[in-house]
């Protein structure tokens, strides 16, 4: 690890150590995705007053649950996980179809909400604040991503501390310190969501390209991270819709 990289992981473990001091109690949300590993292995490594918690849609890869057993060998922490409601889930599937999501944004925003919006606002229900692995780098949709915003359909401050890093900053971290990552990595897969949503990529295309590909690059988000145009609206009446 070069001294720019340590000084970052330095940076990094100060200021999630300060968060958790700050906005007790406060959580990080966990796709299982590389730069999330990062930050877990931060927490873990530092015992740091902060939950890790994921949301298991009930259609992510296999191999992103062996990621959560993988992560209880390592460090010895089990992620709490939150899971749909099988009610919704089950009236979605009978009113459209197990995979709608393909026929519209509008379906696709109603699976995710259900999905993934609904468990969130039940992860983040008496958290004071919480903690994202997004980077600027990862979409167009997140070019202008700040390090602390306040998500007002939550209610609460949320910290993105990893904005500014880079791809290869993360994976010379996650090498560092042998930090468990998601197979899928290594087979094309730089993003990775539910299995029938996300596909690998071909070298030089943008990392987002395997996300929701049938669909276009600006509306490439799922309600669990919202832009300041509007957005924040938009997600909050899919959270009261789920």
């Known amino acids: 690890m070069n001294e720019r990289l340590q000084g970052k992981a330095i940076d990094l473990a100060f200021t999630l150590r300060r968060i958790a001091t700050e906005h007790a109690p406060v959580a990080l949300a966990s ?3 590389a730069e999330d590993m990062v930050l877990t292995d931060v927490i873990l490594r530092h015992d740091l007053d902060i939950e890790i918690f994921t949301l298991d849609t009930g259609r992510l890869h296999p191999e992103t649950h062996g990621l959560i057993d993988a992560i209880d060998r390592s460090y010895g922490y089990r992620l709490t996980v939150y899971q749909p409601r ?9 009113a459209h179809g197990a995979d709608a999501f393909y026929s ?3 379906r696709r925003k109603q699976c995710c909400g259900i999905r993934k919006v609904e468990p969130l606002g039940r992860a983040l229900f008496g958290k004071a604040a919480w903690i994202t692995g997004l980077r600027r780098a990862q979409a167009v949709t997140r070019h202008t991503l700040a390090e602390r915003e306040f998500d007002a359909v939550h209610g609460v401050p949320k910290f993105n501390p990893l904005a500014d890093w880079r791809d290869a900053e993360v994976w010379a971290y ?3 310190f042998a930090v468990p990552t998601n197979p899928l990595h290594a087979r ?5 969501g539910c299995a ?3 596909r690998a990529i071909a070298p030089g295309e943008d990392p987002r390209a395997g996300r929701w590909w049938w669909e276009r ?6 309600g669990l ?9 938009r997600a909050k009446r899919a959270l009261e819709a789920a």
């Open 31 to 33: 796709s299982l995705g």
């Open 174 to 176: 996650l090498r560092a």
């Open 188 to 192: 094309g897969y730089p993003s990775i």
């Open 225 to 233: 991270h919202v832009a300041h145009d509007g957005g924040l609206a």
């Open 104 to 106: 519209s944004i509008e």
């Open 196 to 198: 029938p949503c996300t």
């Open 217 to 222: 690059t600006d509306t490439k988000e799922c």
């Open 86 to 94: 099988s009610e919704a889930v089950d009236e979605y599937v009978r």
